[in-house]
């Protein structure tokens, strides 16, 4: 599988702003945000989407979740609100091929999404 910017992130062979680490995930800001609180999560494992995740998968996905729901809390946005984002394919705009869930939030986001 060829490696991803991510990858190098993950490898601390490039800068980012990392807001989070553990044994299983990371997360940091993205480069180009969306929102005024744009994070990415990210797991240590190479997956490269929703489409290639296994199921033995499963409870590492559900970890991603957890750690948005936890940077969420801690960053006060429970009560605005944020929105938790996977891009799956090309035609979701997916450009980075390791899978990673978008935490959006601090301003007023609109739906359906572009
Ligand atoms: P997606 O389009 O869902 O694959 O999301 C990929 C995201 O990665 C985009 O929002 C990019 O802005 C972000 N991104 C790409 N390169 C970097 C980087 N070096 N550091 C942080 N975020 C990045």
Same mark, same amino acid.
């Given at each position: 599988?060829?490696?991803?910017?991510?990858?190098? !992130? /993950? #490898?601390?062979?490039? =800068?980012?702003? !990392?807001?989070?680490?553990?044994? /299983?995930?990371?997360?940091?800001?993205?480069? +180009? $945000?969306?929102? =005024?609180?744009?994070?990415?999560? !990210? $797991?240590?494992?190479?997956?490269?989407?929703?489409?290639?995740?296994?199921?033995?998968?499963? $409870?590492?996905?559900?970890? &991603?979740? #957890?750690?948005?729901?936890? &940077?969420?809390?801690?960053?006060? &946005?429970?009560?605005?609100?944020? #929105?938790?984002?996977? +891009?799956?394919?090309?035609?979701?705009?997916?450009?980075?091929?390791?899978?990673?869930?978008? /935490? /959006?939030?601090?301003?007023? &986001?609109?739906? $359906? =999404?572009?």
């Amino acid at each position: 599988m060829a490696s991803t910017v991510f990858n190098k !992130i /993950l #490898r601390k062979e490039i =800068p980012a702003e !990392i807001v989070h680490e553990d044994e /299983l995930c990371i997360a940091f800001c993205d480069i +180009n $945000p969306q929102a =005024p609180t744009h994070v990415l999560i !990210i $797991p240590r494992k190479e997956i490269q989407g929703i489409n290639a995740m296994a199921d033995e998968d499963v $409870p590492l996905v559900g970890h &991603l979740f #957890r750690v948005a729901r936890d &940077l969420a809390r801690a960053g006060g &946005l429970e009560d605005g609100g944020y #929105r938790l984002v996977i +891009n799956t394919g090309a035609d979701a705009g997916q450009t980075v091929f390791h899978l990673h869930v978008h /935490l /959006l939030a601090g301003r007023t &986001l609109t739906w $359906p =999404p572009g």
